[in-house]
Nanobody
Framework: VQLQASGGGLVQAGGSLRLSCAAS????????MGWFRQAPGKEREVVAV????????YCADSVKGRCTISRDKAKNTVYLQMNSLKPEDTAVYYC???????????WGQGTLVTVSS
């Protein structure tokens, strides 16, 4: 499956963004869908995860309370809503699909989020 992430951009601190991850090639039937991010000079970290079937969600402590991950099965798309953005949220955000627990096999190309102070 091909994943296309979009929705990144430049936003002021305190603002919001909604990232989208559209899947093509075949209908998503992943175990989990995840959003990850990588800031310059830092390791990639998980931001949020959603169970594709059941819809249960997880947001990392660094974004908890500011993060909502959701999916639209009909559109084969996963979303990440980020509110109250901080400069430290600046990173390239990637979506990925896992077909077994913790093993993300398909990755999107990334979308850059820049939060200005």
């Amino acid at each position: 499956v091909q994943l296309q992430a979009s929705g990144g951009g430049l936003v002021q601190a305190g603002g919001s963004l909604r990232l989208s991850c559209a899947a093509s090639g075949r209908t998503l039937s992943s175990y989990h869908m995840g959003w990850f991010r990588q800031a310059p000079g830092k390791e990639r970290e998980v931001v949020a995860v959603i169970s594709w079937r059941g819809g249960s969600t997880y947001c990392a402590d660094s974004v908890k309370g500011r993060c909502t991950i959701s999916r639209d099965k009909a559109k084969n798309t996963v979303y990440l809503q980020m509110n109250s953005l901080k400069p430290e949220d600046t990173a390239v955000y990637y979506c990925a699909a896992a077909y077994s627990p913790g093993k993300y096999d398909d990755w999107g190309q990334g979308t850059l989020v820049t939060v200005s102070s």
